[in-house]
């Protein structure tokens, strides 16, 4: 995928979100700091993990700065409707900055927390590839949870595989 614009980025961008903030209604209200295994991200960790990650380091180093990011604890949202709440308000203010660049911006390099030199279309390519990286994971977490998801794009494995030839 190669991002020519903001304009265009937001638009693609948009549609990856929407298909992750639909998991949101499938957690269970009781299982929002739940993990498999202490030390390990909770689902709350997940979420708030996307939503500030993407707002303080990808909106920060596509602007030229430094990363600001600080984790994903729970001092930044506590409760399932406030995480959301959260992972949505910072999806907005990103947002207003993504659908600024240029052509021109795009070409760019920027520089990552690692100290590598990339040109910001490729590092939001990156952004996209982290974002469906943990939605796997909340899908996971769900499962392991017992909790029926909705399929990503329309129909399971299984109604693929009743259809196909």
């Known amino acids: ?37 202490e030390g390990k991200f909770t689902i709350g960790d997940q979420i708030r993990h996307m939503a500030a990650i993407e707002r303080f380091m990808y909106v920060e180093n596509v602007q ?38 240029s052509h021109d911006d795009m070409e760019m390099k920027c520089e990552t927390p690692g100290g590598v030199m990339i040109t910001v279309w490729k590092w939001l390519r990156a952004l996209i590839e982290h974002e469906v990286h943990h939605r796997g994971q909340l899908y996971m977490y769900l499962a392991i949870l017992g909790v029926d998801t909705p399929p990503l794009y329309g129909l399971t494995s299984e109604e693929v595989i009743s259809r196909s030839v």
């Open 1 to 37: 995928m190669e991002i020519y614009d903001g304009q265009s980025f937001v638009k693609y961008l948009d549609k990856v979100k929407a298909r992750t903030a639909r998991l949101f209604e499938f957690i269970p209200e009781d299982k929002i700091e739940w993990t498999y295994k």
């Open 64 to 101: 030229l700065k430094p990363s600001k990011y600080k984790g994903c604890g729970i001092e930044l949202a506590e409760r399932k409707e406030a995480i959301i709440n959260f992972y949505l308000q910072m999806q907005k203010e990103s947002r207003e900055v993504f659908e600024r660049l």
